[in-house]
């Protein structure tokens, strides 16, 4: 394959008609009166607005992705989220808008939210650590009550063979070093398997599923968890290790504190982390085959424009090859 960026025809992606008349139409077809202003937010999966009414009001609004999840799903994550607000976790939940959270608008599903603001959490500060275990405690004892029926659950096929198998079939990397790209993530995937075969032989429990720094927003009171958009049925350890950082012994000290709120509220599997870097082996390799996925959106060579050169692939072999490393060191000490 040559190198050149695969064309973007924008007339022919789901979000081309999803014009601002067609989000304001939207919006005021629930009932909620717009005064015509909106403004994009950092959302590329999906498409979020905020949205001013005529009442000073001001909310949010989600366009799912046409196509990624079934109805069930993303009512299995309302549902979730609704049952995280009654219980009292402070956890953005879509707003209930004629009697129902998820609405049809000229072939678009969406969702309307309340307006949360909130900066960054300070993953060095000790206090906010273990806040933010005691709120995912809170969170995973909820969460394990019962399984999800509609949403995905983590495994190594599909976060690993499945895109490895996407890159390969779509010839994504370049000629000169898709021989040593592909064989080395085979072995990654390979040893992420076999490092979390107990892991994911168990039945999980409901999990937030992508709870980076972006998908909490602090304020004077605390931690508010948004976007439970990739909700899924996974290991507990899912919702922890994003969270981790710095040298072994930082790594070690956080996991401590945070460890020290979780188990406030629900017992962890200890023995888990062990299967941080299989996890976090699996989450490269799953975002580089959703960029992949999603070049045809409009959105993602502008937003994204150094994915698919001759840099980005080299620089993908070498951590793969530094995860293939890790997950070896971390299978011999086992």
């Not at 995905?152 to 490895?164: A, T």
Request: aromatic share 12%; glycine share 6%; charged share 20%.
């Amino acid at each position: 394959m040559d190198n050149e960026l695969p064309s973007v025809d924008a007339s022919n992606h789901p979000y081309s008609a999803l014009t601002p008349e067609v989000i304001l139409q939207a919006v005021e077809s629930l009932g909620l009166l717009a005064d015509g202003r909106f403004y994009p937010l950092n959302s590329y999966e999906n498409r979020v607005y905020q949205i001013w009414l005529e009442s000073g009001e001001i909310v949010v609004a989600k366009f799912y992705r046409p196509g990624r999840w079934s109805r069930e799903a993303i009512l299995e994550e309302h549902a979730i989220a609704q049952e995280f607000v009654d219980q009292e976790l402070p956890v953005v939940a879509p707003a209930v808008v004629n009697q129902q959270t998820l609405h049809d608008y000229q072939g678009f599903q969406l969702a309307i939210y309340p307006r949360q603001g909130g900066r960054a959490p300070a993953f060095d500060n000790n206090a906010h650590l273990e806040q933010l275990g005691r709120l995912v405690g809170r969170l995973h004892a909820i969460g394990a009550r019962y399984r999800f029926e509609h949403r995905v659950s983590m495994s190594v096929q599909r976060f690993g063979w499945d895109n490895l198998t996407y890159l390969k079939d779509h010839d994504w990397v370049p000629a000169e070093m898709a021989h040593n790209f592909y064989q080395t993530v085979e072995q990654a995937v390979q040893l992420a398997a076999q490092q979390t075969e107990n892991l994911f032989s168990q039945p999980g429990i409901r999990l937030h599923g992508d709870l980076h720094a972006g998908n909490i927003l602090w304020t004077d009171a605390g931690p508010h968890l948004v976007d439970l958009d990739d909700c899924m049925q996974g290991p507990a350890v899912q919702d922890i290790w994003m969270f981790l950082s710095g040298e072994k012994d930082d790594v070690e000290k956080q996991t401590e504190i945070i460890l020290n709120g979780y188990s406030q509220f629900h017992d962890f599997d200890y023995a888990s982390l062990d299967a941080i870097e299989s996890l976090r082996t699996l989450r490269m390799l799953n975002y580089t085959a959703w960029l992949a996925r999603r070049w045809q959106d409009p959105a993602f060579p502008h937003h994204f424009p150094w994915f698919n050169t001759p840099n980005y692939w080299q620089e993908q072999l070498n951590q793969m090859r530094e995860q293939v490393e890790r997950l070896r060191m971390a299978l011999e000490r086992d």
